[in-house]
């Protein structure tokens, strides 16, 4: 489903404005085959703080044949910004902004990109990319930093509640999901929204994941000796409004 969200004031469009949003957020779902890569869904990247603040993240690639629906969603939220960007501020014009590149792109496996290089090793010759991210850290209306919650993580030994929702992995059963190699899949709900302000554009914010078929990561070199990844820790899962 793609639902669009109640109006969050945290994002404005500029100072002068009166604070007024750009677009309500909207809730956008990745098909069940979605292939990851660099995956940090249960505890956050951390290892180039205070450089780049520690977030959750992933780079999510979506073969071909299964990318339409959420390539359109997508592409036309953007052309729907711009146009609101152009009735918000009437004497801008698009030289006038910034604007950042979009988290989501095409990859081709021979374009000489570092994605390429992914989907080569995933086995396709061409796939839709997004770069999620979740901040591990947020701003209160006092202006304090604050933990921010983790993505909600799900995988199909999750049973359902009475009103038919599935019920969240708990930490000790993320655990398993600290280490996720190349070829595992998953379906993840992701807000997107935009913003503009020193920059513009949309970013994508993961809120869910519902791990489909998972492949543990292991590295092996030469001398037959299996190098694990860096292990990171748990997180408390929270209520999320993407119904898999």
Same mark, same amino acid.
């Not at 677009?23 to 098909?31: D, E, G, H, N, W």
């Not at 988290?103 to 290089?117: F, I, T």
């Given at each position: 489903?793609?639902?669009? &969200?109640?109006?969050?004031?945290? $994002?404005?469009?500029?100072?002068?404005?009166?604070?007024?949003?750009?677009?309500?957020?909207?809730?956008?779902?990745?098909?069940?085959? *979605?292939? @990851?890569?660099?995956?940090?869904?249960? /505890? %956050?990247?951390?290892?180039?703080?205070?450089?780049?603040?520690?977030?959750?993240?992933?780079?999510?690639?979506?073969?071909? /044949?299964? &990318?339409?629906?959420? /390539?359109?969603? @997508?592409?036309?939220?953007?052309?729907?910004?711009?146009?609101?960007?152009?009735?918000?501020?009437?004497?801008?014009?698009?030289?006038?902004?910034?604007?950042?590149?979009?988290?989501?792109?095409?990859?081709?496996?021979?374009?000489?990109?570092?994605?390429?290089?992914?989907?080569?090793?995933?086995?396709?010759?061409?796939?839709?990319?997004?770069?999620? #991210?979740?901040?591990?850290?947020?701003? !209160?209306?006092?202006?304090?930093?604050?933990?921010?919650?983790?993505?909600?993580?799900?995988?199909?030994?999750?049973?359902?509640?009475?009103?038919?929702?599935? =019920?969240?992995?708990?930490?000790?059963?993320?655990? #398993?999901?600290?280490?996720?190699?190349?070829?595992?899949?998953?379906?993840?709900? =992701?807000?997107?929204?935009?913003?503009?302000?020193?920059?513009?554009?949309?970013?994508?914010?993961? %809120?869910?994941?519902? =791990?489909?078929?998972?492949?543990? $990561?292991?590295? /092996?070199?030469?001398?037959?000796? *299996?190098?694990? %990844?860096?292990?990171?820790?748990?997180?408390?899962?929270?209520?999320? !409004?993407? !119904?898999?």
């Amino acid at each position: 489903r793609n639902i669009r &969200s109640k109006p969050n004031p945290k $994002f404005y469009l500029f100072p002068d404005m009166n604070f007024k949003e750009i677009l309500p957020a909207i809730q956008v779902m990745t098909p069940e085959e *979605t292939l @990851l890569s660099y995956c940090y869904f249960v /505890e %956050a990247d951390d290892k180039f703080e205070p450089e780049t603040p520690a977030a959750w993240k992933a780079n999510l690639y979506v073969p071909a /044949e299964n &990318s339409e629906k959420i /390539e359109t969603v @997508l592409d036309a939220y953007w052309q729907e910004t711009k146009a609101k960007l152009k009735e918000l501020n009437p004497n801008k014009r698009a030289n006038d902004y910034k604007f950042n590149p979009l988290p989501w792109r095409w990859v081709d496996s021979d374009d000489g990109s570092k994605q390429a290089n992914d989907i080569k090793s995933l086995g396709l010759d061409k796939a839709f990319f997004l770069k999620v #991210k979740r901040p591990a850290f947020k701003q !209160d209306k006092q202006g304090n930093k604050r933990p921010n919650t983790p993505p909600v993580m799900f995988d199909t030994s999750c049973q359902r509640n009475s009103s038919n929702k599935l =019920i969240p992995l708990n930490d000790a059963d993320k655990q #398993k999901y600290i280490k996720i190699g190349p070829g595992s899949t998953a379906q993840v709900g =992701i807000w997107a929204r935009p913003y503009s302000n020193v920059s513009t554009g949309v970013s994508l914010t993961i %809120a869910a994941v519902n =791990i489909k078929n998972f492949i543990p $990561f292991q590295n /092996e070199v030469d001398w037959g000796f *299996t190098v694990d %990844a860096p292990q990171q820790g748990s997180g408390t899962p929270t209520a999320s !409004d993407f !119904d898999f």
